[in-house]
């Protein structure tokens, strides 16, 4: 193994709130119980190998500004190997758990399909070297089905059905690797399944397309046996105009209409939410109340940019509703955090990206916690029991139930004189509520 450009560093360890060095972990204790299991089992932090091996700080207005030594001239499979080598001593140094990657970010490109495939066996051998001797696990796998220019009228939807069968022939290698890799998830992020127009698209013909591609999917998750969860990304815009997986209600739909519902959930991202006009929380609460909650993808956006600038968390208040609904979602299972984060176009120390994950690590635990310790204590869900209590009762249970008709309904509210009197929503009390336990010192 070669000497990386994170070999230096020492592994960052958890040394509490009191601690005043830079690199160490003052709230993700990976080790501490909450609810039952340890705070790394909750969380399942990954870290993303296209935003801190691959992305290289070119912006639209500039190129690189992050120097990588794997992205030299010279043989691909021996710089991807450098780059593989550079990545599990990061995995290293941030001791988290798990690492999510594309199959382009691992393996080089190759000159036609076959040697595309080639390549990405011969890289998924040497990570599954790479795990042997490293305990960094795989949280999920993904194809690149965007960056290429055949892919720029859609992957699955693409008007030209030799793009479907690429697609589908490097998806089903990309799984077949994810499982190879004991990977948790397979996802599908859509980054081109849309249009730019309308003008030029069969929106139907383009979702009997993705349809069909998903089905195959779980048909083929089911051959081999692999035990992970498939999960799609929602994000409404960007690249294109219009993305059909815009959020997690439209992709519900969609899962129903191709009777999916009960094979695929969801892998919400925070910049897509914000994307979508939604906050993270709001697709977190989507997904648990419609039962597909799968995993998340960490990040923020920037409210004054307004595209997806895929930036590290840093915003206490919004990460800890996003984790309180994710906990009574019932967690995150196989899925985890994943940091779908990239450095700033500046922050081109190795040493940069260290401190990203831990800032990112530490706003989480801290989010969890609070969340943890809120629903823990009771006060604010009694809250919510109390404004919801009149449904556990009396003829409210029956019309839930579904054994009352409206015009039983009608008869009951007649003969009982009903007059409901308007109650408060005490939305300022919950909101101090809240302020006092995410911004306490006692967590
Ligand atoms: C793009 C995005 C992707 C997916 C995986 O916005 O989030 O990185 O997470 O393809
Ligand atoms: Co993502």
Redesign the pocket.
Known sequence: MSETVFSNFDTVKFEGPTSDKALVYQYYDADRVVLGKPLKEHLRFSV?YWHSLVMNGTDPFGGPTIDRPWMKAGDPIALAKLKADAAFELFRVLDLPFYCFHDMDMAPTGECLAENLRNLHTMAEYMAEKMQIYSTQLLWGTANLFSHPRFMAGASTNPDPEVFAWSAATVKNCMDVTKQLGGSNY?L?GGREGYETLLNTNMHQELEQMGRFLSLVVEYKHKIGFDGQILI?P?PKEPTSHQYDFDTATVYAFLKRFGLEGEVRV?L?AN?ATLAGHSFEHEIATAGALGILGSL?I?RGDALLGWDT?QFPNDLWTMTMAMYHMIKAGGLGKGGC?F?AKVRRQSFDPEDVIHAHVGGADLCARAFLTAAKLIDEGKYDAILIERYAGWKTGSAVDVLAGKLSLEKIEEMALENKINPQPKSGKQEQIENLLARAIYSEKI
């Open positions: 993303a996802v992020w990304e994000k892998n991202e897509h993808d990040n895929d994943n779908d």
